[in-house]
């Protein structure tokens, strides 16, 4: 069983920041990509950021220059850096990863929880 488990979100005042945390634990024997979504109330979900194992990164529009993603692959741990938070960040942010199990191998998403943040004017 693997479980994503994350942390860090609140509230913060527009141009404050917050770093969220996700850590995978269970029978892992292999993550690909990481990454962080969100969805705002009445909208889709949608993409924030995603890192693949080799560290290469990807961003919406919306937030590049301002979040950065990374991982720490030894700790099985993904964060995610929110500078220059705007009210429309608000949103429940959810980790994803593609996870091998120990078994099966077989390549999974898995995702976590959610947290809120909720960024005010």
């Known amino acids: 069983q693997v479980q994503l488990v994350e942390s860090g979100g609140g509230l913060v005042q527009a141009g404050g920041s917050l770093r969220l945390s996700c850590a995978a634990s269970?029978?892992?024997?292999?993550?690909?990509?990481m990454g962080w979504y969100r969805q705002a109330p009445g909208k889709q979900r949608e993409l924030v950021a995603a890192?693949?194992?080799?560290?290469?990164?990807n961003y919406a529009d919306s937030v590049k220059g301002r979040f950065t993603i990374s991982r720490d692959n030894a700790k099985n741990t993904v964060y995610l850096q929110m500078n220059s938070l705007k009210p429309e960040d608000t949103a429940v942010y959810y980790c994803?990863?593609?996870?091998?199990?120990?078994?099966?191998?077989?390549?999974?998403?898995?995702w976590g929880q959610g947290t809120q943040v909720t960024v005010s004017s």
């Open positions: 994803n990863a593609q996870v091998v199990p120990s078994f099966p191998r077989v390549n999974h998403i898995y």
């Open positions: 269970g029978s892992i024997f292999s993550i690909n990509a």
């Open positions: 890192v693949t194992s080799d560290g290469s990164t």
